[in-house]
């Protein structure tokens, strides 16, 4: 009979701890490989970290498990989580996590695994985007607001 266990993951570096989570996904790198945990953070740095097991069956010593800086999209913040997924192509082909924020510009930005080009980053929004930003004199707070159907999406 199997038991639960308990590991720190510690944080993303020593100076930058972790202020929200993200999304959690499992991935293959093909399908008949085990599912690898990615755990995407956002830090008190305001970039989004992934805390990711490299597959090593000694889990549990902590040598299988990285903590990667996927920084964030080209002069932005990550301010709001939105989740993250894995995607396959086809039947015989790897998985790949996206992970997906709002960034202080209030556009939605997605960052991909891509075996070409690691941590790629893209945006996808349009005007009529239904996160408006608010600022406060402590933090930056976004909210949703009713979907226009204006705009190309």
Request: charged residues 20%; positive net charge; glycine residues 8%.
């Amino acid at each position: 009979m199997g038991s639960w266990h308990w590991n720190d993951q510690e944080s993303p570096t020593t100076a930058v701890g972790v202020r929200a989570t993200m999304g959690a996904v499992t991935m293959k790198d093909d399908p008949q490989a085990m599912q690898r945990p990615y755990v995407f953070v956002r830090g008190y740095d305001s970039r989004l970290h992934v805390n990711w097991w490299d597959g090593n069956v000694n889990w549990w010593d902590g040598k299988a498990w990285h903590w990667s800086d996927q920084g964030t999209p080209a002069g932005r913040t990550v301010i709001e989580k939105v989740g993250a997924i894995t995607v396959q192509d086809g039947p015989n082909a790897q998985q790949r996590p996206y992970a997906f924020v709002v960034t202080d510009d209030s556009k939605l930005h997605v960052n991909w695994w891509e075996a070409r080009r690691a941590g790629v980053w893209s945006v996808r929004a349009s005007e009529s985007s239904p996160f408006r930003t608010t600022r406060t004199r402590r933090s930056a707070r976004t909210r949703s607001s009713s979907p226009t159907t204006s705009g190309s999406g």
